[in-house]
């Protein structure tokens, strides 16, 4: 199977400007390509997972990767996907967060002399004289089409500014830049910015008469469509100081079983040979697969002793002993409605909210979960057959609570 068969199969790729070209290319190891990453905080996400693994996949089949520091870009912002504007970070912020990348970067992609490089777009743009780039670059785009471009559609309704709609020229002129400078053929991002590379493409050839190529990875989103990893307010972060290797293995672990197997194709580097087995699995063979998602990407992040701590303090939690230990709750037959009690009633039942308000928020907020499952439906049922089990209830990182049928 090729490489690019391989990234077919898990799934990886959205769409492409020139299929067979960029089959060639990376098949055969002669892509310089770049992904770009602004500094937004002082981390990475989950969500630049499948950035980081999808760089490491192209330079294992002699791919040679640029990784963009936008030093440059983030003193604007990206407004693709978002409904209001970035908050805007000081130069210092900025540099601060780009050396963090830095660091978390080497974990996954090999640094060196005829390796992969790391720029940062500040070295470029930020010298740049407005006038000159609207005579050399700015003739070059229609204000009609950037205006009909996907990456601008959710700010229109409540008003795009002028200093955001200059994303899309930066990032075209950082294709350009590469081009020009490193040798750099290709350009790899989230669906979500498949306007901006075409924009970049479309610049070299009509500033150059060269081809260059773009191809845009699936974004890493739930059944429900929701973000993964990434989620303003909700992220996963690579730093073990924002996110603890046992948190971030439990947010893995945790996944719903629709989304388990996408995630393993996707993030892992486990043999498709293997995966097709796992989707045979069913029912608490689904809890296997979500550990060894689990275990397979904090081993990536923070190393295997890490991974194996957070994977058996995972275990130890459910243990047996742990079960006897923590206190219980009597439900009675009269409290179930059609054989099932609802989960914030369940909580009220067994004083983990005083109200089925607060036990709704407590849910909204992620920090409920039955068993190994973390409940995000507050209308989620917890049934006879469950209750006669002994239902383990968790709030938060330390209370547990086990409800039995009386």
Same mark, same amino acid.
């Given at each position: 199977m090729t490489l690019y068969d391989e990234l077919v199969a898990r799934g990886l790729i959205a769409q492409v400007t020139n299929e067979y070209e960029i089959k060639?290319?990376?098949?055969?190891?002669?892509a310089t390509f770049y992904i770009g990453f602004d500094c937004t905080a002082d981390s990475l996400t989950a969500g630049h997972f499948m950035a980081l693994t999808l760089m490491k996949r192209l330079q294992m089949a002699g791919n040679k990767p640029i990784a963009l520091i936008g030093g440059g870009t983030t003193m604007i912002g990206d407004p693709s996907g978002r409904t209001d504007m970035r908050k805007m970070l000081t130069k210092e912020d900025i540099d601060h967060n780009a050396e963090c990348f830095r660091k978390q970067m080497e974990r996954f992609i090999e640094f060196g002399e005829g390796k992969a490089q790391m720029v940062n777009n500040a070295d470029w743009l930020l010298d740049l004289n407005y006038v000159e780039l609207l005579r050399e670059v700015g003739a070059c785009f229609s204000v009609?089409?950037?205006l009909r471009a996907e990456c601008y559609k959710q700010r229109m309704e409540r008003g795009l500014s002028f200093f955001e709609f200059n994303y899309m020229i930066m990032q075209s002129y950082d294709f350009y830049y590469l081009f020009q400078h490193y040798g750099c053929n290709m350009q790899f991002g989230g669906n979500d910015q498949w306007s901006n590379m075409l924009g970049g493409t479309e610049l070299i050839r009509k500033k150059l008469g060269q081809d260059a190529h773009a191809m845009t990875i699936t974004l890493l989103t739930d059944s429900q469509g929701n973000k993964m990893g990434k989620t303003a307010g909700n992220a996963v972060w690579l730093? $073990?100081?924002?996110?603890?290797?046992?948190?971030?293995?439990?947010?893995?672990r945790n996944v719903g079983d629709a989304d388990v197997l996408k995630c393993i194709r996707m993030l892992t580097f486990l043999p498709l040979d293997q995966i097709e087995e796992m989707a045979k699995w069913e029912g608490s063979q689904l809890n296997q697969a979500k550990e060894i998602l689990a275990f397979e990407l904090t081993k990536m992040v923070h190393?295997?002793?890490? $991974?194996?701590?957070?994977?058996?303090?995972?275990?130890?939690v459910f243990s047996a002993g742990a079960a006897a230990?923590?206190?219980?709750?009597?439900?009675?037959?009269?409290?179930?409605t059609d054989g099932a009690i609802g989960i914030l009633t369940l909580m009220v039942h067994c004083g983990l909210a005083k109200s089925n308000g607060e036990a709704r928020r407590l849910v909204q907020q992620g920090g409920?979960?039955?068993g190994e499952e973390k409940v995000t439906d507050p209308a989620r049922t917890v049934t006879a057959e469950e209750l006669k089990a002994g239902a383990v209830i968790r709030k938060g990182k330390k209370v547990f609570h086990k409800a039995v049928l009386g």
């Open positions: 060639e290319m990376i098949n055969n190891g002669k009609n089409n950037m730093d $073990a100081n924002k996110t603890s290797p046992y948190d971030f293995y439990q947010y893995w190393g295997v002793e890490e $991974a194996e701590k957070a994977q058996n303090a995972a275990r130890a230990d923590m206190p219980s709750t009597e439900i009675p037959a009269d409290a179930l409920v979960f039955l």
